[in-house]
T-cell receptor, first 115, second 111 residues
Framework: DTAVSQTPKYLVTQMGNDKSIKCEQN?????MYWYKQDSKKFLKIMFS???????INETVPNRFSPKSPDKAHLNLHINSLELGDSAVYFC??????????????FGPGTRLLVL | DQQVKQNSPSLSVQEGRISILNCDYT??????FLWYKKYPAEGPTFLIS?????DKNEDGRFTVFLNKSAKHLSLHIVPSQPGDSAVYFC??????????FGEGTQLTVNP
């Protein structure tokens, strides 16, 4: 039983396209996150939602728009994809908004390649 | 401006020996440090953490050491096992802020 799941696992698309990545957690957690792991392998937080409300919005282009239809789901929509968007995107969840991220549970990642 | 650095992209160790993974940071306001472990095609999982008020934290085969004056922390795994082969990420945070991750070190434990 997957605790945090992401779809798709792989996504190859052309520059300029719009795509979405979905995330679902079945842990009953209140808070969900999106991280980006770039080509240099650094993991950086992009967004966080707590009970469907946006609580973190890092310096991310507004082509990226998170949407939380309910607290078990946090989707990431990306408009006008650029080459630099190629990365692995990780979703995570935690019981509450927590900076002690030992309580964060990560999904397996979505590997996005923009051609 | 990367505030958390793991300068060794990879480390290879024999089974049964000690693995030492290193991490350096530049922000003296960091007060909490964590290590995550990541297997291929999986997300990172929390391994062990240490508060800045301590200089050592131990959990089974895993021990984290913190040297605040040097802004350096290390993860010791002893004895190393083949199942420990993974990418290890160091992370740090200031009070009430988000985590800053290093770029990871690939550990390979050879049987």
């Amino acid at each position: 039983d997957t605790a945090v799941s992401q779809t798709p696992k792989y996504l190859v698309t052309q520059m300029g396209n719009d795509k979405s990545i979905k995330c679902e957690q079945n842990l009953g957690h209140d808070t969900m996150y999106w991280y980006k792991q770039d080509s240099k392998k650094f993991l950086k937080i992009m967004f966080s939602y707590n009970n469907k409300e946006l609580i973190i919005n890092e310096t991310v282009p507004n082509r990226f728009s998170p949407k939380s239809p309910d607290k078990a789901h946090l989707n990431l929509h990306i408009n006008s994809l650029e080459l630099g968007d190629s990365a692995v995107y990780f979703c995570a969840s935690s019981p509450q908004a927590s900076w002690g991220a030992e309580t964060q549970y990560f999904g397996p990642g979505t590997r996005l390649l923009v051609l | 401006d990367q505030q958390v650095k793991q300068n060794s992209p990879s480390l290879s160790v024999q089974e049964g020996r000690i693995s030492i993974l290193n991490c350096d940071y530049t922000n003296s306001m960091f007060d909490y440090f964590l290590w995550y472990k990541k297997y291929p095609a999986e997300g990172p999982t929390f391994l062990i953490s240490i508060s800045s008020i301590k200089d050592k934290n131990e959990d089974g085969r895993f021990t984290v050491f913190l040297n605040k004056s040097a802004k350096h922390l290390s993860l010791h795994i002893v004895p190393s096992q083949p199942g420990d082969s993974a990418v290890y990420f160091c992370a740090a945070r200031t009070s009430g802020s988000r985590l800053t991750f290093g770029e990871g070190t690939q550990l390979t434990v050879n049987p």
